[in-house]
């Protein structure tokens, strides 16, 4: 029927077009009926099409002998010509179009359809078959060039793409290193060619091809180097990261957050963007879930890592993005490019940074080689994860909402605060953030009463924790239970009193002489507020008789206060229980502190007595023997007395207490002194390098408010990790435990005398 | 010992000193940044001691000197320290050709002649120090002079102003509450954008496009309060950085002078003011 048409009106058609048609005939002939009729209705419409084309020739001419290579290439290639512009053009395409199509129709196929979207992004019109002969030149290199065939495809959808990354000299790179994986797997080599290469985004390719060798030797099933050369194993953005040379986040993350912080005028968590593995989009770069920022840990610079994080900066709570005029913006690039222009409008010099790394990584160097129409994206660009800020911000609703009718008496901010850091810590389900959060605000049974059935006067704080792993704090994390010592009546200082009377009386009385004047006068001095009588008359009468008068007849009155306050902290943990030559630790920190305490009184500094013990982090126990403002009476003498070893050792939320209700005494020197008898450590502590790198933090977070911490240990092994807690000068490890209560007392004049 | 308005001067010959030279003839140039004036002359007009509240740098004093001059008033201004005594401010004996000569205190002097007089700093005073004003400050209106058992009456036109930065906590609660509820507060804090640029513009003589940067470094470092900086960067450093450049010093170089190294010693904070300014300029 067609055919009996198409040749009714044939006379108006050309040779050509009817060598065309009938070869495009011929090569259905195998075909059911059904199928190639609809087939060859197709191809009469195109010939017609083709006949009014100025090319007509050419086209006719080479959409015959594409026939008689495969009929599946026909049609798609009616379609892509019609975008194919000058004769001379059409010529090679159609070359090209064959000799794919030997290698693999599928990959012809996919070139044909491609066409018309390569020639709207990319730059130049001969760039077009730089872009076919570059997947032609893949095939022709491989050994196995049958393996090739999805890496080629992919290639050519990607490379036509408009959010394609890289130049096309860049792709042609790719795809040599292509041939390289599909010696071992085709599926890998497309991954690859798909998403993969962007994990390599910022190594050069040196480092490429290492990252290449680390997958093919590392990897040893088919899933395995999928999924390391797709870059969704942690493997190969791992890998990627030790090669970059150049800067570890963990060293800049402070000063990267710092400068975050100016500008958005809140603070900004960064985190290793490690966590985000395997969320839908996530390539390895930088990129944000809204509310946190997730860099790479490791960048070739810091100027690098700067723009990255300062780029995701602008997109921190803006989900859905807007520009400037309010539209909403959902196209990566347009995204990318408007944070860039806010960014520079705030921080102009960033101008020149940008374009030198621009020029660094053969961007916009020379735009009109590069084949490519439209920005290429910058390095610092990262990824964008719309799904993940989408599910983050659904996440908090969701949360807040059931934690307001939960926890009411949580403050909301409070409550963002902890969403925000679980979250940064890479937790992402809801539920399993409901949990966490559970564990945090909720009542947990412990082997310690709860202060409520104590019946005690009990303040709680919540304090942060170093995590070391983090490299960040972790916000609110411990509770200190803030209770009062026993007061049940005992005989524990008068015993001490009774045998160490001596000593004390020693002890006060040095003391005594360390207690300076509050005001002393000075007579006949040249200036002064008040005139000395005496020394008046005097120079009076020297004058009358004659000698020149002295202008020495003033007093003056010069503050020397001795401004100093202390505070102590006893370590009441289950070890302390031990005992050294018939002594239990916890009675010679008891005698020693009772001791201090007579020589305080008479020296009248002010001074505060903590002794504290733990049992997890939110029971951070710090039981009061006398604060500040209280007096060492008999009430304070009973508490010490009742002071026994209980649980465990949270130093560093204990030193943040102690350096809190240090910051609320107004005395120029502040010391806080704290007696140990082992490392720290308590449950859900980490590790010894942990717990040790939080107490660190917490004895450099009171030194930075003007407080000078002392440690003194009666634990023979602390050295080593009291030398990495604090510098050897700010701690005493005794050699005998009994000593502590003479050196005691020493060590503090010496410190303040 | 007192720092006195512009006149570097030692007690003993504070009686060359006439209550004219406190007078401000030429307006101090002064951008007002909300209704600080209008509350001040009220109180003024009501005799009601004033505190000034605010971080340092931010125009306690520039205020203060504006309103002298407005009101057409001396000014006298005492810079308060620990060592200040009462007879600093009242006044003492002198001993001069054989006999003592009283000589009164820049306190006594402002009391006498109706001047508005300034403690700046008044919690760096001790507190036996600052007791001294409080007669002044209810509505006695008196300074007694015990040495020499005198009672000044207050002229109908002085007025008590005080100032403290709140920024340092555990001073704070060195200023009395008996005294400090007897002042009538304004705040101040760093001048909103407009205001800081026009500032930094008249001030540290920089065009428009400079004061602009300028006061956008100063709100970002003011971001990192929370990062160890004990106070935010204040106008002051803002003026002086504008002046270095106005000068000639580089704009970068201006900027690690006056704010970076001024602001902090934190290594890695230093390292993100840089980063901060290297953006701006
Ligand atoms: N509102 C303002 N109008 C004009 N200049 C201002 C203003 N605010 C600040 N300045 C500028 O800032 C400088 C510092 O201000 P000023 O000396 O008044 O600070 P202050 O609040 O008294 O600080 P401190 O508490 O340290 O004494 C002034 O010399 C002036 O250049
Ligand atoms: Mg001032």
Known sequence: MILQDFHQSSNKISAAAKKAYEAARASVAHLRPRTSKGFLLEVEREIREAEKSPDKHIILAEAKQISLLNWALVLPFFNAVKKVPADNLILQFSNLVQQLAVHDIDAAVTFLKRTPVALENLEDQQDLITWGKQGLRAFETAKDKKKMWKAVKAYFIEASDANCRYPLDRWSFFLEQAIRIAAVSVDATEGFIQHGNRVCLLLNEDETIRWIDKGLEGCGSEQELINYFNGTSLKSVEASDCLVSGVPLKNKRNTLSMICEALLGQPVKLRSNSVLLGCKGFNGGAATDGHNIFLPDMAPSFGLFKLMALHQTMLLQRHPYTDLNGKILTDPTQIHLDADKRLIRQLPGLLHEINKYSADHHIDQHPEKLGRTGPVPKPWWGDILPDLMKETDETITAIKEKAAEKYENIPPELLESLLTSMLAGGEREQNALWKLLGEMLDDIDFDSPDPEELQESVKTFFYKEWDRKLCDYKLEWCQVRQRIAREDPNDFITRINDRLRGIILLIRKQFMKLKPEMFRKYRAQPTGDALDIDALVEALVDMRSGAPMSENVYIRRDKRIRDVSVFFLVDLSGSTDEVFNGRRVIDVQKEAMAIMAEALEALGDPYAIYGFSSEGRFRVDMFNVKDFNEPYDEKAQYRLGNLQPLGLTRMGTVVRHATYKLEEVSSTIKILIILTDGRPYDMEYGNLEYAISDTKKAIQEARSKNIHPFIITSDKKGSDYLQMISPQTECVILPKVELLPTLLPALYRRLTG | ?281
């Open chain 2, 1 to 281: 010992m007192q720092n006195i308005h512009s006149k570097t001067t030692s007690p003993k010959n504070l009686n060359g000193i006439a209550i004219e030279d406190y007078h401000i003839t030429t307006e101090p140039f002064y951008v007002s940044t909300g209704n600080e004036i209008s509350l001040f002359e009220s109180a003024y007009r009501l005799k009601m001691p004033v505190l000034l509240k605010g971080p340092t740098g931010c125009g306690k004093t520039r205020f203060l000197e504006h309103m002298a001059w407005k009101l057409s008033r001396p000014l006298v201004t005492i810079a308060c320290h620990e060592d200040l005594t009462a007879s600093d401010l009242v006044g003492r004996y002198l001993l001069r050709d054989n006999e003592t000569v009283w000589q009164d205190g820049p306190l006594s002097l402002a009391v006498k002649h109706g001047a508005i007089c300034y403690l700046d700093e008044a919690v760096e005073a001790r507190k036996d120090t600052t007791v001294v004003i409080h007669p002044l400050t209810d509505n006695r209106r008196i300074l007694p002079q015990e040495k020499r058992g005198l009672l000044l009456e207050a002229h109908p036109d002085f007025l008590l102003v005080m100032s403290y930065n709140p920024g340092y906590q555990s001073v704070m609660k060195d200023l009395k509450h008996s005294t400090r509820q007897r002042f009538l507060a304004i705040d101040f804090t760093y001048p909103p954008s407009k205001e800081e640029q026009a500032i930094v513009m008249e001030e540290g003589q920089v065009d428009e496009n400079t004061a602009e940067r300028l006061v956008k470094l100063g709100e970002m470092v003011r971001n990192l309060r929370q990062q160890g900086l004990e106070e935010g960067i204040s106008t002051r450093l803002l003026v002086y950085a504008g002046r270095l450049i106005s000068d000639g010093v580089l704009p970068k170089e201006a900027c690690q002078a006056a704010v970076t190294r001024a602001m902090t010693d934190d290594m890695e904070l230093q390292e993100a003011i840089t980063e901060i300014i290297a953006g701006i300029f």
